[in-house]
């Protein structure tokens, strides 16, 4: 049975309304998923402002850094033959480290953003042509070389470039590609059979990402949004049908068909954030209402996106947007609903909602 009180429901569609109107978004989906099902949907405005078309449940949307959840997933499930506490010199014995330190990097810290290292990312992050073999490889060959923050183990740093280095190492363990060890460990066995990796077949429904055009508008972004150069932090796409599947495994892990869905939300690091939340191995991690929230975002150019679950209710919420400025406060209305709060935007909330979004991109 649902545990979201369906009263809350019309509120919470009117309120995505509202933020999504205020600010101009293309196009969104959002779905609470409840017990494994999912129980309420909205689906608003267009794949493509050029060419316009309505998403729905089964239009295929950039993962961006929620890719992250499915590559912790994927590494937890490798289970035995490739530890966490395993340090990425015996997992890559071949990356020559410019700072000696890097030796020693565990694929806990890696995974829980504590491995000291940056997050400037040496390769295009989106480059049409790196889509051979070893474009994974050469990326973390290439980030190996440049200097830390810190020490390992000792502050959270989030990095994308950590995720492919852990990428990198499931890839080696499984003796594939990351692409392929990721979908057999994680997206198959939960069904996500519409979810892929870049570079991405034809479907008959994809959204296109908007950005601001620095005049107040919303405009296509024409640009790339990827390469194989960074698989393990961000190259995923899904739709709202698939991803619902991600969702139930984070909301109730002891249903999931994959195992290690349990130890994503193991606090390691404060993240020293306002909100007090923390580093899990894959998750973001808070609390909220006295409930924890198990989370992750997402932003490529023209996308945003949002996962968080509540295991204590067994239920969580999905976000998908074709707009890279969409607001957090629709995610903050999703979890609202699933904790019998009625959803609302207070008025000055509104006003910064309508404020014009800035021109350029945002990933990461």
């Known amino acids: 049975m649902p545990v979201t009180e369906q009263k809350f429901h019309k509120p919470l569609e009117s309120a995505l309304r509202v933020i999504s109107g205020a600010q101009g978004v293309p196009g969104l989906v959002a779905a609470l998923v409840e017990r494994g099902e999912i129980t309420f949907h909205v689906c608003l405005g267009?794949?493509?402002?050029?060419?316009?078309?309505?998403v729905d449940l089964d239009t295929r949307f950039p993962l961006a850094s929620v890719s992250k959840v499915v590559t912790a997933a994927a590494l937890h499930a490798e289970g035995g033959r490739l530890p966490l506490s395993t340090a990425i010199t015996n997992a890559l014995p071949e990356l020559a480290w410019a700072d000696e330190r890097g030796r020693h990097i565990t694929l806990r810290q890696l995974l829980s953003h504590t491995a000291g290292l940056d997050d400037i990312d040496p390769v295009a992050w989106a480059d049409d042509a790196a889509v051979d073999d070893l474009a994974h490889a050469r990326a973390v060959a290439a980030f190996a070389a440049r200097p830390f923050l810190a020490l390992p183990g000792e502050r959270y740093a989030y990095s994308n470039a950590g995720y492919d280095?852990?990428?990198?190492?499931?890839?080696?363990?499984?003796?594939?590609s990351f692409e392929t060890a990721a979908?057999?460990?994680?997206?198959?066995?939960?069904?996500m059979e519409a979810s892929s990796y870049y570079p991405h077949p034809p479907v008959a429904s994809a959204a296109v990402g908007h950005v601001g055009d620095g005049l107040g508008g919303v405009i296509p972004y024409r640009g790339s949004i990827g390469s194989r150069s960074h698989p393990a932090c961000g190259t995923l796409a899904s739709t709202a049908r698939d991803l619902a599947k991600l969702v139930a495994a984070l909301a109730d892990p002891s249903r999931a068909p994959v195992s290690g869905f349990t130890e994503l939300a193991t606090r390691v690091a404060s993240t020293g954030r306002a909100d007090g939340a923390w580093s899990g191995l894959g998750v973001r991690l808070r609390e909220r209402s006295g409930e924890t929230v198990v989370e992750h975002g997402g932003w490529d150019p023209g996308f945003r996106c949002a996962?968080?679950?509540?295991?204590?209710?067994?239920?969580?919420?999905l976000v998908l947007t074709n707009f890279h400025w969409s607001s957090p406060a629709m995610m903050n209305c999703m979890l609202d609903a699933l904790q019998g709060i009625?959803?609302?935007?207070?008025?000055?909330?509104?006003?910064?909602?309508?404020?014009?979004a800035p021109a350029g991109r945002s990933s990461g």
């Open 46 to 54: 267009s794949t493509d402002l050029d060419v316009p078309s309505p």
């Open 165 to 176: 280095v852990a990428g990198l190492a499931l890839a080696r363990s499984a003796g594939t």
């Open 183 to 191: 979908r057999e460990r994680v997206l198959a066995p939960l069904g």
């Open 307 to 317: 996962v968080a679950a509540i295991p204590s209710r067994c239920a969580g919420a």
């Open 342 to 356: 009625r959803p609302e935007i207070a008025a000055d909330e509104l006003t910064q909602l309508r404020r014009p």
